[in-house]
């Protein structure tokens, strides 16, 4: 029974072009975001924001599934309706973070672990209650001369495999989110020797906990030069990197990976996302599971204001189905994959105006 649900709602993520919306931003952190463009983080801002995004006109043609945040599993739309039965009556899949959040590791410095782990087995009854069907818990590994130790890696993937076991015992799907983050000046390759270790980690610890990889998914960072590198990598470099990171530490019996955008512009992501997905066939099925990537130009088109929501909505929907042309590979033929990507600089971010994409555009860069 439990194994038959399961299984159907891996098949519902990983339906044939479509990936998962990540909107499960914590108080903290939608607070971050809405303050950055001047939105107060109230109740009726957060939920008027998720709403526009949840009733994007033929959101489900391109989204499988959304990760919500608790607060918003518990709300009704301004008509009603619960929030997870609408994303269900569109057969978008409602889906729920369960974890609380990164703490510093003690006696580690530099290092995080992820919080949430008691009462989880309670909260997971009551969210499955509420019409969720996955899960997802991040963990971090930060990148740096002498980090990440051992001892943090290890933490953070008896974590995610402890709560991928009791998830599944739920009859909820975990995704396991170890995000190897981008901060910092480090290579390419040692992204890839860093991110390789840790999913061999994360890995040998779901085996531990006996957790059925058939009924999981996994949430990974592409293996990227990190944001303050000046040697940048290509995109087919990236692509190259990231496929043989998987390869060499992915069980095929895994049978989604979805990658998140961690910080990448919108457009690096879906370029990159891109050449992996047009390498040809893999193991796994391929897809993605972005937060920023996906909302970044919506929320600046929104800026809190009703009359902007039709404009963010044509926003989230281009970006969504430039994804979701992105993960079939789709691209006219002779079309070169170039970098566009620069190194980040400590300056701070430019508040710039974003224009309403038109409909059924494709970026200029990604076809
Ligand atoms: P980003 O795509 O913005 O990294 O968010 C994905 C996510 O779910 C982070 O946990």
């Given at each position: 029974m439990t194994s038959n649900t399961l299984d159907s709602t891996v098949t519902a993520l990983l339906a044939a072009g479509k990936g998962i919306l990540a909107?499960?931003?914590s108080f903290p952190t939608i607070g971050k975001r809405f303050a950055a463009l001047g939105i107060p983080s109230t109740e009726e801002n957060r939920l008027a924001y998720r709403e526009l995004l949840f009733t994007t006109p033929k959101l489900n043609e391109y989204i499988s599934g959304v990760i919500l945040f608790d607060e918003t599993l518990r709300q009704q739309s301004?008509?009603?309706?619960?929030i997870p039965d609408l994303l269900a009556a569109q057969g978008i899949v409602p889906g729920i973070k369960v974890d609380k959040g990164t703490v510093a590791y003690a006696n580690f410095p530099g290092e995080k672990i992820t919080e949430g782990m008691d009462g989880l087995r309670e909260r997971l009854i009551e969210y499955r209650k509420l019409g969720a069907r996955f899960t997802k818990w991040r963990a971090v590994i930060a990148i740096g001369k002498t980090i990440p130790s051992n001892s943090c890696i290890e933490e953070n993937a008896d974590t995610l495999g402890l709560f991928a076991a009791v998830s599944q015992e739920a009859g909820l799907v975990p995704i396991v989110e170890p995000e190897v983050l981008m901060d910092g000046n480090h290579s390419l390759a040692r992204c890839e020797e860093v991110t390789c270790t840790t999913l061999g980690c994360v890995f040998g610890a779901l085996l531990e906990h006996q957790v059925?990889?058939?009924?999981m998914l996994l949430k990974t960072g592409m293996v990227l030069s990190g944001a303050k590198c000046l040697d940048q990598a290509s995109v087919s470099a990236v692509a190259e990197a990231t496929l043989r990171c998987l390869r060499r530490a992915v069980p095929v019996a895994v049978p989604g990976i979805v990658f998140l955008s961690g910080g990448q512009s919108d457009v690096a992501a879906t370029e990159r996302l891109k050449a992996i997905c047009s390498v040809g066939a893999s193991p796994w099925k391929l897809s993605f599971s972005f937060g920023r990537a996906l909302q970044d130009a919506a929320m600046k088109t929104w800026l809190g204001a009703p009359a902007n929501v039709a404009a963010a909505q044509t926003a989230l929907q281009h970006r969504a189905a430039c994804n979701s042309l992105a993960i079939q590979g789709a691209?006219?033929?002779?079309?070169a994959i170039v970098s566009s990507v620069k190194p980040q600089v400590d300056t701070p971010p430019a508040k710039r105006r974003v224009e309403p994409a038109k409909k059924n555009q494709i970026d200029a860069r990604s076809t």
């Amino acid at each position: 029974m439990t194994s038959n649900t399961l299984d159907s709602t891996v098949t519902a993520l990983l339906a044939a072009g479509k990936g998962i919306l990540a909107a499960d931003e914590s108080f903290p952190t939608i607070g971050k975001r809405f303050a950055a463009l001047g939105i107060p983080s109230t109740e009726e801002n957060r939920l008027a924001y998720r709403e526009l995004l949840f009733t994007t006109p033929k959101l489900n043609e391109y989204i499988s599934g959304v990760i919500l945040f608790d607060e918003t599993l518990r709300q009704q739309s301004s008509k009603g309706t619960r929030i997870p039965d609408l994303l269900a009556a569109q057969g978008i899949v409602p889906g729920i973070k369960v974890d609380k959040g990164t703490v510093a590791y003690a006696n580690f410095p530099g290092e995080k672990i992820t919080e949430g782990m008691d009462g989880l087995r309670e909260r997971l009854i009551e969210y499955r209650k509420l019409g969720a069907r996955f899960t997802k818990w991040r963990a971090v590994i930060a990148i740096g001369k002498t980090i990440p130790s051992n001892s943090c890696i290890e933490e953070n993937a008896d974590t995610l495999g402890l709560f991928a076991a009791v998830s599944q015992e739920a009859g909820l799907v975990p995704i396991v989110e170890p995000e190897v983050l981008m901060d910092g000046n480090h290579s390419l390759a040692r992204c890839e020797e860093v991110t390789c270790t840790t999913l061999g980690c994360v890995f040998g610890a779901l085996l531990e906990h006996q957790v059925a990889l058939e009924h999981m998914l996994l949430k990974t960072g592409m293996v990227l030069s990190g944001a303050k590198c000046l040697d940048q990598a290509s995109v087919s470099a990236v692509a190259e990197a990231t496929l043989r990171c998987l390869r060499r530490a992915v069980p095929v019996a895994v049978p989604g990976i979805v990658f998140l955008s961690g910080g990448q512009s919108d457009v690096a992501a879906t370029e990159r996302l891109k050449a992996i997905c047009s390498v040809g066939a893999s193991p796994w099925k391929l897809s993605f599971s972005f937060g920023r990537a996906l909302q970044d130009a919506a929320m600046k088109t929104w800026l809190g204001a009703p009359a902007n929501v039709a404009a963010a909505q044509t926003a989230l929907q281009h970006r969504a189905a430039c994804n979701s042309l992105a993960i079939q590979g789709a691209h006219p033929a002779g079309s070169a994959i170039v970098s566009s990507v620069k190194p980040q600089v400590d300056t701070p971010p430019a508040k710039r105006r974003v224009e309403p994409a038109k409909k059924n555009q494709i970026d200029a860069r990604s076809t």
